[in-house]
């Protein structure tokens, strides 16, 4: 919200304070002052001039020569605006002049005539262009016939103004108002608030014998009320208004829609001027609008409606989109003589919705969106009356068209002064707290300690105890609230044990020599479907897109982290970083739903990928080029960690190579997988032999229950056994390894394997693999009788479950 001091001052006597020192006020209380701004840049001995004659250049086609009386003096000076003419008044820079941009004006000679000052247009005097009146943006600033010749043009042109750029909460809609910042403003310095004057002249004529209405959504629509303004002359709106607008950031129009805007932003309250002679139509149906029904609106576009929103008509086709945006059949012009003007209350959440869908974010809309007064809804439409009359000879019709279903009751809220000190921590007497209420304006009743305060309806955040113990609060002054340390017993904060693991997970992978990347969650539609993992795609019917994406590489949910981290690996390795390893832990989302209708399931994955080099010894000439063996050993040895058994089993996967890929299973579960990228993937981000893998980090939390422990370095010798087994090539070692540990008794501590045969000596289809077996009892010396026994269970194990023989 844009705040304009000087139009701040005409509600509320601002006591000489600087703009800095009301700023810090303001930013004490709890709305956030983000800037201080100037309207312009100040500018010196720029006057009121009156054009007295106005004639061609003797030397030059598109320059005039004009005689400017500026009070004091007649000064000759050269001009090229083509708007130029004789009796005007405009804003003459003097010989001395400075400008915005330290523009200094001398006296100089223009194609051989002397030229003394210069007549300047707004965004000479600082006006960015963008609020400058379109009438006025090719050429200079023709002030109006009421103003003072010699006069200083820098609080005409409200050049000297401040503006107050608040950062307003949502809570906080009753500050999207002028009037509302006045009341915030009266409540700091203890001053009152003088409203508007909303009295209107009107004729004997009624609005309702010329407008009929008919709402058939009071749901959406409890309040809207109809005025029929007359003779309407539509031109520039008076200077005053201009100045203010712009200081708004609002472009100055015409007066019709410059006045609709200026209550807008004095009562917080949107209207809308229907021109009637447009508007086809005696009768006003508000309705919801049909589907796939039509409009286009003030801004040239056709917007496609639905039944979820609201219109306005004239019975038969939609003229404005509630609470957003007016049709551009019913647009107010220079031609405009008769006004049909809306003030009404609009549902929030339909507005929300319409604004929404269709993109279309308003100063109207904000307002609706968060909910107006409902009792300063007609008083706008009379303030607009006024103005209207005031300012474009307009003609009110007496009793305008309302239909009201609108509850204007006010909240009432009970506190005592007890129950306030023991929240704040403060000795606050009554006499505080009434003074407190007065100064917020609030109407109250109070017997001792209790107060029963109405909260007005243009504070619609307030409804309980708590809210009105923050406006005491912040009132009284935040700064006078005592400063006291906690009581009681501390308890010193810790990590879950998920988090502990994720830690854990984190740092192991930073010790394995991998670095940690963060990737987008959202990704292309495309990518969004690579290298998943086979357990999530039966759990995911399709990839969750976005409704409004902010682009289309950023439109979907992702279903694996790893298309992202092989762009990161591609973006650095075209930097000339050929060597990298990175890992990510973090969430995919996943919907078992065609269409989502319901929050996306996030699940916890830990992914990882290498290229490149993973050691190099220059010295000593020895290098090793990353593998699949690599990258399966960082998983092991995680596994290992976390004290659980994983096995691997070939498979295919798109993207991933059919040979050098395998999923990963823990307790018989798929939890993810590993292998290479597929030679033509890595040709498509540009990479050499990579290696990735994605495993579901939340199932390896839930199923680690180890906590660590302090083993003994043990003081009695340890056994070590060989073992070779013969078995189908289809048996993966970390089958047989597991029935090795599950039969072998507790003597067993290691098991490695460290050969695999295939070939000479064995028959086809069948492979030699071989075991270290590790036996270790810290208590006391081991037997061969206890190992010989151990190892028959063994042999007896591997052949009962998966048919091996022991190799000879």
């Given at each position: 919200?844009?705040?304009?001091?000087?139009?701040?001052?005409?509600?509320?006597?601002?006591?000489?304070?600087?703009?800095?020192?009301?700023?810090?006020?303001?930013?004490?209380?709890?709305?956030?002052?983000?800037?201080?701004?100037?309207?312009?840049?100040?500018?010196?001995?720029?006057?009121?001039?009156?054009?007295?004659?106005?004639?061609?250049?003797?030397?030059?086609?598109?320059?005039?020569?004009?005689?400017?009386?500026?009070?004091d003096e007649t000064l000759q000076i050269v001009c090229g605006a083509p708007n130029v003419a004789a009796g005007q008044n405009v804003a003459v820079a003097k010989p001395g002049a400075v400008l915005p941009g330290n523009f200094k004006i001398k006296k100089a000679k223009l194609r051989g005539v002397e030229s003394n000052g210069m007549?300047?247009?707004?965004?000479?005097?600082?006006?960015?262009?963008?609020?400058?009146?379109?009438?006025?943006?090719?050429?200079?600033?023709?002030?109006?016939?009421?103003?003072?010749?010699?006069?200083?043009?820098?609080?005409?042109?409200?050049?000297?103004?401040?503006?107050?750029?608040?950062?307003?909460?949502?809570?906080?809609?009753?500050?999207?108002?002028?009037?509302?910042?006045?009341?915030?403003?009266?409540?700091?310095?203890?001053?009152?608030?003088?409203?508007?004057?909303?009295?209107?002249?009107?004729?004997?004529?009624?609005?309702?014998?010329?407008?009929?209405?008919?709402?058939?959504?009071?749901?959406?629509?409890?309040?809207?009320?109809?005025?029929?303004?007359?003779?309407?002359?539509?031109?520039?709106?008076?200077?005053?208004?201009?100045?203010?607008?712009?200081?708004?950031?609002?472009?100055?129009?015409?007066?019709?829609?410059?006045?609709?805007?200026?209550?807008?932003?004095?009562?917080?309250?949107?209207?809308?001027?229907?021109?009637?002679?447009?508007?086809?139509?005696?009768?006003?149906?508000?309705?919801?609008?049909?589907?796939?029904?039509?409009?286009?609106?003030?801004?040239?576009?056709?917007?496609?409606?639905?039944?979820?929103?609201?219109?306005?008509?004239?019975?038969?086709?939609?003229?404005?989109?509630?609470?957003?945006?007016?049709?551009?059949?019913?647009?107010?012009?220079?031609?405009?003589?008769?006004?049909?003007?809306?003030?009404?209350?609009?549902?929030?959440?339909?507005?929300?919705?319409?604004?929404?869908?269709?993109?279309?974010?308003?100063?109207?809309?904000?307002?609706?969106?968060?909910?107006?007064?409902?009792?300063?809804?007609?008083?706008?439409?009379?303030?607009?009356?006024?103005?209207?009359?005031?300012?474009?000879?307009?003609?009110?019709?007496?009793?305008?068209?309302?239909?009201?279903?609108?509850?204007?009751?006010?909240?009432?809220?009970?506190?005592?002064?007890?129950?306030?000190?023991?929240?704040?921590?403060?000795?606050?007497?009554?006499?505080?707290?009434?003074?407190?209420?007065?100064?917020?304006?609030?109407?109250?009743?109070?017997?001792?300690?209790?107060?029963?305060?109405?909260?007005?309806?243009?504070?619609?955040?307030?409804?309980?105890?708590?809210?009105?113990?923050?406006?005491?609060?912040?009132?009284?002054?935040?700064?006078?609230?005592?400063?006291?340390?906690?009581?009681?017993?501390?308890?010193?904060?810790?990590?879950t044990k998920a988090q502990e693991l994720k830690r854990f997970v984190k740092n192991y992978f930073e010790g394995a020599g991998l670095k940690e990347a963060i990737t987008y969650s959202l990704t292309t539609d495309?990518?969004?479907?690579?290298?998943?993992?086979?357990?999530?795609?039966?759990?995911?019917?399709?990839?969750?897109?976005?409704?409004?994406?902010?682009?289309?590489?950023?439109?979907?949910?992702?279903?694996?982290?790893?298309?992202?981290?092989?762009?990161?690996?591609?973006?650095?390795?075209?930097?000339?970083?050929?060597?990298?390893?990175?890992?990510?832990?973090?969430?995919?989302?996943?919907?078992?739903?065609?269409?989502?209708?319901?929050?996306?399931?996030?699940?916890?994955?830990?992914?990882?990928?290498?290229?490149?080099?993973?050691?190099?010894?220059?010295?000593?000439?020895?290098?090793?080029?990353?593998?699949?063996?690599?990258?399966?050993?960082?998983?092991?040895?995680?596994?290992?960690?976390?004290?659980?058994?994983?096995?691997?089993?070939?498979?295919?996967?798109?993207?991933?190579?059919?040979?050098?890929?395998?999923?990963?299973?823990?307790?018989?579960?798929?939890?993810?997988?590993?292998?290479?990228?597929?030679?033509?993937?890595?040709?498509?981000?540009?990479?050499?032999?990579?290696?990735?893998?994605?495993?579901?980090?939340?199932?390896?939390?839930?199923?680690?229950?180890?906590?660590?422990?302090?083993?003994?370095?043990?003081?009695?010798?340890?056994?070590?056994?060989?073992?070779?087994?013969?078995?189908?090539?289809?048996?993966?070692?970390?089958?047989?390894?597991?029935?090795?540990?599950?039969?072998?008794?507790?003597?067993?501590?290691?098991?490695?394997?460290?050969?695999?045969?295939?070939?000479?000596?064995?028959?086809?289809?069948?492979?030699?693999?071989?075991?270290?077996?590790?036996?270790?009892?810290?208590?006391?010396?081991?037997?061969?009788?206890?190992?010989?026994?151990?190892?028959?269970?063994?042999?007896?194990?591997?052949?009962?479950?998966?048919?091996?023989?022991?190799?000879?």
């Open positions: 919200m844009l705040v304009s001091l000087n139009w701040l001052k005409n509600y509320v006597n601002l006591q000489g304070l600087t703009p800095e020192a009301l700023a810090d006020k303001i930013t004490k209380t709890g709305i956030e002052v983000e800037s201080i701004d100037y309207v312009a840049e100040k500018s010196t001995n720029v006057v009121i001039g009156y054009v007295e004659s106005c004639e061609k250049h003797p030397n030059a086609d598109k320059l005039n020569l004009c005689q400017v009386n500026v009070g007549i300047c247009s707004l965004q000479e005097l600082g006006i960015e262009g963008k609020y400058v009146p379109k009438d006025v943006a090719e050429g200079i600033f023709v002030f109006q016939n009421d103003v003072e010749v010699g006069a200083d043009v820098l609080q005409l042109l409200n050049l000297d103004d401040v503006i107050l750029e608040l950062g307003l909460t949502p809570n906080r809609s009753d500050a999207l108002s002028m009037l509302g910042v006045a009341y915030e403003v009266a409540a700091i310095l203890d001053v009152d608030v003088k409203l508007p004057d909303t009295s209107v002249s009107m004729i004997e004529a009624k609005a309702t014998d010329t407008v009929g209405l008919k709402v058939e959504t009071p749901e959406l629509n409890p309040y809207y009320a109809a005025f029929i303004i007359k003779d309407i002359e539509v031109g520039p709106s008076p200077l005053w208004m201009r100045n203010y607008l712009i200081a708004a950031g609002i472009r100055p129009i015409n007066n019709v829609v410059d006045i609709t805007n200026y209550v807008l932003l004095e009562y917080g309250q949107p209207l809308h001027a229907f021109d009637f002679d447009r508007f086809d139509s005696n009768q006003i149906v508000v309705r919801r609008a049909k589907q796939n029904e039509t409009m286009t609106t003030l801004d040239g576009q056709t917007r496609d409606l639905t039944t979820d929103h609201l219109v306005i008509t004239n019975g038969q086709e939609p003229t404005a989109l509630a609470g957003v945006m007016g049709g551009a059949n019913a647009e107010v012009s220079d031609t405009t003589t008769t006004v049909l003007l809306e003030t009404a209350y609009f549902d929030p959440k339909a507005v929300r919705m319409a604004s929404k869908h269709h993109g279309l974010r308003s100063e109207s809309s904000a307002r609706f969106e968060k909910g107006v007064d409902p009792n300063r809804v007609y008083a706008a439409g009379l303030r607009a009356c006024q103005l209207l009359a005031a300012h474009a000879n307009g003609t009110v019709l007496s009793e305008p068209m309302i239909f009201d279903q609108l509850d204007k009751s006010e909240k009432q809220v009970v506190m005592t002064t007890n129950r306030i000190n023991n929240r704040l921590g403060t000795e606050m007497t009554n006499e505080d707290i009434a003074l407190t209420l007065k100064k917020l304006g609030f109407l109250f009743e109070q017997n001792g300690e209790t107060f029963e305060v109405t909260i007005p309806t243009r504070r619609q955040d307030i409804s309980q105890f708590e809210d009105m113990l923050e406006e005491v609060a912040r009132i009284y002054g935040y700064d006078l609230l005592p400063y006291t340390l906690p009581q009681g017993v501390a308890q010193a904060g810790s990590l495309n990518r969004a479907q690579m290298l998943v993992s086979p357990e999530v795609k039966e759990q995911a019917v399709t990839p969750i897109r976005l409704a409004m994406p902010m682009s289309e590489e950023h439109s979907t949910l992702r279903l694996s982290m790893l298309p992202e981290m092989l762009d990161s690996l591609a973006y650095n390795v075209a930097r000339k970083q050929y060597n990298l390893g990175y890992y990510e832990v973090g969430t995919i989302f996943i919907s078992a739903e065609e269409k989502v209708t319901k929050q996306p399931k996030e699940l916890l994955r830990a992914a990882a990928a290498i290229t490149g080099e993973w050691l190099t010894h220059p010295w000593q000439q020895e290098k090793k080029v990353v593998d699949f063996f690599l990258i399966k050993g960082i998983m092991e040895g995680l596994f290992e960690r976390l004290h659980v058994h994983a096995t691997f089993e070939p498979t295919k996967i798109d993207g991933m190579h059919p040979g050098r890929t395998a999923i990963v299973k823990v307790d018989h579960k798929v939890i993810g997988f590993v292998g290479q990228v597929h030679p033509q993937l890595q040709k498509d981000f540009d990479l050499k032999d990579t290696f990735v893998f994605d495993i579901d980090l939340a199932y390896l939390i839930e199923q680690h229950e180890n906590e660590p422990n302090f083993n003994k370095i043990p003081r009695f010798p340890t056994v070590t056994r060989d073992i070779a087994l013969v078995v189908n090539e289809t048996v993966s070692a970390g089958d047989i390894q597991q029935t090795i540990a599950k039969n072998a008794g507790s003597l067993l501590k290691e098991i490695q394997v460290f050969d695999l045969y295939q070939g000479e000596h064995l028959e086809t289809g069948k492979k030699s693999l071989a075991f270290h077996l590790l036996y270790l009892d810290p208590e006391r010396t081991l037997t061969d009788d206890e190992v010989e026994a151990s190892y028959q269970k063994i042999l007896l194990a591997v052949k009962d479950e998966h048919k091996a023989e022991l190799r000879s």
